[in-house]
């Protein structure tokens, strides 16, 4: 049976609706089977070198609660004999909020960990690691220094300085009693080997002992050696 002609357009008109729904359809199917691109981008780890030759270790954590991006960077600074010094801090940022960041996700990394590199010490500069990707992007893009850790790395650094000045000054005690301890030492050696009474603390010497100094000075003046022991008795006797 040939169709009449005036019903050819409405026929033509519900093929084309036909069409275009489908092709809406398949377009709104395969955006929905796409996974998100700007999380999957971020990279997991690795590695990296300060300017002062420190060993350092990053790797990166998205929040589950937003689009916040934590950065944990671990170091350790090469010496000659162990414990191995180490550091660690942390940076936090919404990189997100860069336009730019979704299709560069890589690039966007890539220039963090040089701002790391071209330091001395991995956690300490500026606190905030700008990237030329994400220059125009709000501040919150970027990834800074998260005050707790900036806070801890302080009264770390604080206590060690502590201790220092503790030490030192333990040895600088040492070394002032030491000689006085020596001193006293000599002094009693002396005074065994002359058959003297042992001198005080503090005066090695003998000097300035509290006793008998003129009683025994005029034993030695009127007293022969042999009969020392019997002269001095009667000398002291009647010197009272």
């Not at 990166?60 to 010094?85: F, M, N, R």
């Not at 940076?91 to 963090?112: E, I, M, S």
């Not at 992007?137 to 650094?157: D, F, I, Q």
């Not at 020596?182 to 603390?201: F, M, T, W």
């Amino acid at each position: 049976m040939a169709m009449q002609p005036h019903c050819r357009p409405l026929f033509l008109h519900l093929i084309l609706v036909i069409l275009l729904l489908s092709h809406a359809a398949l377009a709104e199917a395969k955006k929905k089977t796409q996974p998100p691109a700007s999380r999957s981008a971020v990279p997991g780890s690795g590695e990296l070198t300060t300017k002062a030759g420190h060993s350092c270790t990053w790797a990166t954590s998205a929040s589950a609660s937003d689009s916040a991006v934590a950065l944990q960077v671990s170091c350790s600074v090469p010496g000659e004999a162990p414990p191995v010094e180490t550091y660690q801090c942390r940076f936090t940022g919404k990189p997100d909020l860069c336009p730019a960041y979704a299709a560069k996700a890589n690039q966007y990394w890539k220039q963090v960990v040089g701002k790391l590199k071209k330091r001395s010490n991995a956690c300490e500069g500026e606190k905030v690691l700008k990237t030329r990707l994400c220059k125009k992007a709000p501040s919150a893009s970027h990834v800074r220094l998260a005050e707790g850790a900036a806070e801890e790395k302080k009264m770390e650094e604080k206590e060690e300085e502590e201790e220092e000045v503790v030490e030192e000054e333990v040895v600088r005690g040492k070394e002032t009693a030491a000689p006085v301890a020596k001193e006293a030492e000599v002094a009693a050696r002396r005074a065994e080997r002359e058959g003297k009474p042992e001198p005080l603390l503090g005066d090695a010497a003998g000097h300035g002992a509290v006793g008998d100094g003129n009683a025994d000075s005029e034993v030695s003046n009127y007293c022969t050696e042999g009969w020392h022991s019997l002269c001095s008795f009667f000398v002291k006797f009647f010197d009272g």
